[in-house]
């Protein structure tokens, strides 16, 4: 039986006083929502990425949907990609009404490749959607030269590697749109929610409308917002004036000023989960069945978003996890493939050219990672996964 309390959890967001005193600020102003804060997150994560616009969303989710249908992509479509992923990947495909083609993946990095994109074009391709699978970035390169000779869309799902970099340069400013996630296990969270990035003005205005309801760009903040009684003022009018198609995908306030605190630690939240990483390569190194995550890869700088090694065939993957759990360790098999899940086995035939994917994802095992994980938490999970891989 699995622990549902462990003692060591597989995941912690690591907030401080700072991140509480925005907040406690925050609910000190009548702008809960759609206030300064948005702004102020959004041009920091802008600015961090050196791209000219970001657009807060209420999850990573909302905004893989929100950039596919910003690029024209629905019904009659077909979209790369991989299946060794999070699930929202294909789900915000098939809500714009493509269909999602899965690509096999690198076995070193976990990401698609292009070869692997190559053999999975069809006429009806109209994107690929690379993810930084577990905050190691995709060969974003190779992948655009793909995109430009078919003439494909681009996105990134960085949700995984915010402050990942590819040869200098920040991930989530390689794509068309880039979508970033900020649920509590990621590197850094505003609770739920999330952003896309992007590089036009057109895309930026798209993605504006989108979020609000099909309202017009010039309605992004609490300033453009008309007063209590919205047909009084001409703003009111503006604010119940849709153009277009909409969702309600806005992130309050509250959320903002937790990322925007969040943000501004990033480079020390970063610095100790690639500390953590390194002390559990120490501590595992040379363990029988194991296969551990690469602590490098040229020309990339990881975010280490979890800690996901790789068992041996031959090893018993659930009997591991319950004597971790007898112990209060929580973990985790990051990811079940996609094409395999129960929503999806009866959607998609069985694909042989998924075989890398299929054999990794019958392998890993998530091991507890978080900013603050204390090296002695982290020499319990080594001795006690030791443990479990002797008994075996």
């Known amino acids: 039986m699995i622990n549902v309390n462990p003692t060591i959890p597989l995941s912690a967001p690591d907030i401080t006083e700072a991140e509480i005193a925005a907040i406690t600020a925050v609910l000190r102003t009548p702008h809960l929502s759609f206030g300064p804060e ?11 990425h050196s791209v000219p616009h970001a657009v807060a969303v209420s999850s990573g989710t909302a905004g893989l949907q929100m950039a596919l249908l910003t690029l024209g992509i629905g019904a009659g479509d077909e979209v790369i990609i991989p299946s060794f992923t999070f699930i929202a990947v294909a789900n915000a495909v098939v809500l714009v009404g493509a ?3 899965f690509a096999d993946v690198d076995p070193i990095s976990l990401n698609l490749t292009p070869a692997s994109v190559e053999r999975a074009l069809t006429s ?7 993810v930084h699978t577990f905050g190691i970035p995709a060969d974003m390169i190779g992948l655009r030269r793909v995109a430009t000779d078919h003439n494909l869309a681009l996105i990134e ?3 995984e590697a915010i402050g990942a970099e590819l040869g200098g340069r ?4 390689f794509g068309d749109l880039a979508v970033f996630g900020f649920y509590p ?9 999330g952003a896309v990035l992007a590089h036009t003005q057109p895309h930026a205005d798209r993605l504006y409308a989108l979020r609000n309801q099909g309202r017009g760009p010039s309605m992004r903040t609490k300033t453009a917002k008309p007063p209590a009684v919205a047909h009084s003022a001409s703003s009111g009018k503006d604010w119940l004036h849709h153009p277009d198609i909409g969702f309600n995908y806005r992130l309050s306030d509250i959320a903002c000023a937790l990322g925007r605190v969040q943000l501004s630690r990033i480079d020390e939240i970063l610095s100790l989960r690639r500390a953590a990483a390194e002390l559990y390569h120490s501590l595992l190194d040379g363990v029988p069945c194991l296969e551990l995550p690469p602590i ?3 020309g990339c700088t ?5 800690y996901v090694v790789r068992l041996s065939e031959f090893i018993n993957r659930p009997r591991v996890q319950a004597s971790l759990a007898e112990l209060g360790i929580a973990s985790a098999t990051y990811f079940s493939p996609i094409h395999q899940q129960p929503a999806w086995r009866d959607l998609v035939p069985d694909l042989a050219n998924l075989a890398t994917t299929e054999f990794i994802g019958s392998r890993t095992l998530a091991l507890p990672f978080f900013t603050r994980i204390t090296s002695g938490q982290q020499q319990q999970v080594a001795s006690a996964l030791r443990g479990a891989l002797t008994a075996q």
């Open 157 to 159: 799902d960085a949700s």
């Open 170 to 173: 920040r991930v989530g400013s």
């Open 296 to 298: 490098a890869l040229p």
């Open 185 to 193: 296990n990621k590197q850094i969270t505003t609770g739920e929610g």
């Open 124 to 130: 009806r391709t109209r994107a690929i959607l690379a």
């Open 302 to 306: 990881v975010s280490w978003f979890v």
């Open 38 to 48: 948005l702004a102020a997150f959004e041009s920091a994560l802008a600015d961090f």
């Open 99 to 101: 269909t999602p083609v």
